[in-house]
């Protein structure tokens, strides 16, 4: 309870006190004058007068009588009170007790006004993340609303925890290997080497994937380059191509590109921003970042040389219309702002750079070790703003293959390893709160929560982990490495992309012959009420009254050693 709320309890507690209290005060006089006006008694030697001294006392305290006419408790008076049946002790305690139950009485009513107060329970619903965009007007009853998401927390932690809901297998291309997938929000976009790339809405009940056209109409079909990169946020999707092009879609206005890149060379890293429309490609020794002019015209926002081949690039989140990217080229580490063209150095002439994320103010990455006897891998953890290393966190003989910072809780990353173990990292003590043997062969990919861990690895394997219990709770096998993982509360993305991208037989074009060669995605939903009967998004709207099929119990669906 802050300031403002304690100081709102201690006058309302108050008010209510000064009157409860009221009525009592107009009693007092009342009852010292009928106490005056009563018939004296002269009690015989060794007798005593009946009644209780302490309320007499506080009656004629109440009656305003002077100290000197108040009457005195002498040895024998006190004798004879603790002489009393305990009867008469009783009666001479009610009026303290009464006292106590008015005080509790007037407290819980306090806390029970407290406790309807509809702000408090708007503010508890904000505090955890349940309806963050709606306003206080909303809703009549927000403690009902609150109750209501817990309730649904809970259910969906139960699902999670016995995997229980809907899981759907997406449509694969005929002929065709999977390249790349990404997603966002339910949102997926995957890449294909007969340079097809298809769109699905996981979020719906009616599974629509269709195909984003290319300009080059007069291409055949299957003669496109392969897809080498794709990436997607709310209202934009971008895919990369073996020939150096770019094409950029709009989702919110068709499915043909609103723009299109060429470079000289392949293409080896892409980025989308994941807040604004903002994409950053790296060519040979070139940065590229794009994005629209107020007019709506793609422009290039900025461009870097590099002095060796980009392997990872990422765009920094939450920088306004200033765009900054962080580029990892070898034992180099740039920090790429589009406003003046900066290029700045925050790494280098060290180990490799074997992994990398950022967050809106920090960046962390994964480097190579020197060999046992020297020194381990690690990954190191910089502030983007000061530009300084932070945090040497790890010191392991294998190399760091994945980490995890911008989804992860606050003050906790998560990363994985060529040893086959997933590490959860404290930032605040630059410690190792837990590492888990999850796969046996390298870990690919990995996210984390408030209390699972979802983790993919190269042999196939997707597990799912309470890492508050350190308990697998259940796992889900495919021939493939797994390469993207994204899960929400309700959702969870997977995607299983061979290494290699040559069709052994185009002839056999059977689901099994797909799921075993050519590459697999699976959407799992554990809310299927939370599901919409129509996207969002224009583009994945369909024409018809189909629905895909869903398979309530994933633990049929897919025993431990389906292929």
Known sequence: MDDCSLDEFRRRWQEELAQAQAPRKRRRPEAAERWARRPEVVPERGEQASGDPALAQCLLEGAGRPPAARATRTEGQDVASRSRSPLAREGAGGGEQLVDQLFRDLVSKTWKVIAEDEVLWYRLCQQEGHLPDSSISDYSCWKLIF???????????????????????????????????????????????????????????????????????????????????????????????EDGFLNIWDLRTGKYPVHRFEHDARIQALALSQDDATVATASAFDVVMLSPSEEGYWQIAAEFEVPKLVQYLEIVPETGRCPVAVAAAG??????????????????????????????????????????????????????????????????????????????????????????????????SGNIALSLSAHQLGVSAVQVDDWKIVSGGEEGLVSVWDYRTNQKLWEVYSGHPVQ????????????????????????????????????????????????????PLPVCRSSCDAMAIHYYDLALAFPYNHV
Request: charged fraction near 20%; proline fraction near 4%.
């Open 331 to 428: 034992d180099l580490m740039y920090l790429l702002k589009a406003e003046d063209s900066a290029r700045t150095l925050l790494y280098a002439h060290g180990p490799p750079v074997t992994c990398l994320d950022v967050s809106a103010n920090q960046v962390a990455f994964g480097v190579q070790g020197l060999g046992w006897v020297y020194e381990g891998s690690k990954i190191l953890v910089y502030s983007l703003e000061a530009g300084r290393r932070l945090l040497k966190l790890g010191n392991v003989l294998r190399d760091f293959t994945c980490v995890n910072l911008s989804d992860s809780p606050p003050n906790l990353m998560v990363s994985g390893n060529m040893d086959g173990r997933v590490r959860i990292h404290d930032l605040r």
């Open 147 to 241: 109750q209501e998401c817990r309730a649904k927390e809970h259910m969906l932690r139960t699902n999670w925890k016995n995997r229980k809901g809907a899981v759907s297998e997406l449509e694969h291309i005929p002929d065709a290997v999977l390249c790349d997938v990404h997603s966002h929000d339910g949102v997926v976009i995957a890449g294909y080497t007969s340079g097809d790339v298809r769109v699905w809405d996981t979020r719906t009940w009616d599974y629509v994937a269709p195909f984003l056209e290319s300009e080059d109409e007069e291409d055949e079909p299957g003669m496109q380059p392969n897809v080498s990169f794709v990436r997607i946020n709310s209202s934009l999707a971008v895919a990369a191509y």
């Open 484 to 535: 993207h993982i994204s899960f929400s509360s309700h959702s969870l993305i997977t995607a299983n992309v061979p290494y290699q991208t040559v069709m052994r037989n185009v002839d056999l074009d059977s689901f099994t012959t797909h799921r075993r060669h050519r590459g697999l995605i699976r959407a799992y939903e554990f809310a299927v009420d939370q599901l919409a009967f129509q996207s």
